[in-house]
């Protein structure tokens, strides 16, 4: 039976080439480069002369439908915000999807946010405030983004399916006492993964995109607050909250934020425990 995942042993140079000469005349490749920091998907970063590329190859079955969700999810959400998302390609080879995606200037959030002074958190946060607040009052249909219903659309089905496959039994006790339980009444369109690595500043320290929605799809407005507060210094948390009342004009659940940093925290130190033991 043939696999719909790619191993690290594969002739990746290959299929870059084709992919992009599919795509693009006259193209010369100048330096393929492997990203080795990749968990759920083998990654490459891919220098031409039409521009630099990064190429994102699932290793597993259950990543491989994550694949097909994030073009998907990305392709909706292009052009319904006021700020600049990732436009993917999907591409097959031997009947497995993987993704393609132009480099988007920018520096992760991640790698500056404690560089970063009092005025600068506050415009960051703010933001970042109206990037949630804009997604999670978009109208929408789930039949037009997604057309393969392939993988767990809400949030919580999702990761439902990658704490059962990717970790333990032991780490995983946390979710059957603790989970995120939205009512389908509060849905609406969540990132799903708005941790500081997703985010890019320009050298303004302006957002200069959101990336990587590969969890993107129905959930409860508090997954996203949460999950940047929780992966963001402290002094960040009262700047995201105080930002995004303002955009929504009344207060958030303080409980409720605290709540889902805490389940956040424990799916990300179960996932890296079940990584570390591989």
Known sequence: MAKNFFTVDENFNKIIEETLNDEYENLEIQKIINIPTGWTNIVYEVH??????????????????????????????????????????????????????????????????????SEEIKKV?????????????LEFK??????????????????????YLHVSDEDVKFWEKENFKSKSENYCLVHGDLNSSNILLDENNNISA????????????????????????QNYKEEIVNSYEYFEKYNLNKEEVDKNIRIWNNIDNGYINYMNGR
């Open 48 to 117: 031409t002369n039409k521009g630099d590329f990064f190429f994102r190859f699932p290793r597993d079955q259950f990543w491989e439908r994550t694949i097909v969700k994030d073009y998907q999810f990305s392709k909706y959400i292009n052009g319904k915000t006021n700020f600049k998302t990732v436009q993917l390609m999907l591409k097959e080879n031997k009947n497995r999807h993987f993704s393609v995606h132009k480099k988007i200037e920018g520096i992760p959030l991640a790698e500056k946010m404690d560089r970063l002074n």
């Open 142 to 163: 789930p039949e037009e983004i997604f057309s393969v219903n392939n993988i767990g659309l809400n949030l919580q089905d999702f990761i439902n399916e990658l704490l």
């Open 125 to 137: 946060c703010m933001q970042i405030a109206q990037f949630m607040y804009e997604i999670h009052n």
């Open 210 to 233: 959101i990336i990587d929605f590969g969890f993107g799809g129905f959930g409860n407005k508090y997954y996203d607050i949460s999950r940047i507060i929780g992966r963001c210094p």
